[in-house]
């Protein structure tokens, strides 16, 4: 009688030779592993891919969306802030969210002002 450990050891084996050479195992990208450990990213209860988004007020945006700051401007909310000025004739600023931090317009740097 054949060992229960051998019969089950011949189909695995034949299995990984198999695979080793099977194409979908050889185009797999090198990076794809990092994807499954990492959290996806959320906006609101929504998940989202950085690399084609971002999330602005629970609101998921194409990167290239422009929206306007003030009459003569215009600003990337995935990347800046639109910030009104208070002192003086109304103006607007944009200034550049800093990556990792909640962004606001008191302390981030100024990117360009706004023509009046």
Not at 36 to 57: F, I, M, T
Not at 80 to 89: A, D, H, Q, V
Not at 91 to 100: D, E, I, T
Request: hydrophobic share 30%; charged share 15%.
């Amino acid at each position: 009688m054949i060992p229960r450990r051998c019969i089950l050891g011949v189909p695995v084996c034949i299995t990984i030779f198999f695979l080793q050479g099977s194409k979908a195992v050889a185009d797999a990208p090198t990076g794809s592993g990092l994807w499954l450990c990492q959290p996806a990213p959320r906006c609101g209860d929504q998940v989202y891919d950085p690399l084609q988004h971002c999330c602005s007020d629970d609101t998921i945006l194409p990167l290239n969306r422009t929206r306007q700051c003030g009459p003569n401007c215009t600003f990337w909310p995935c990347l800046e802030l639109c910030c009104p000025e208070s002192f003086g004739p109304k103006r607007f600023v944009v200034k550049l969210k800093v990556l990792g931090t909640q962004s606001q317009c008191p302390s981030s740097p100024i990117s360009r002002i706004c023509p009046s």
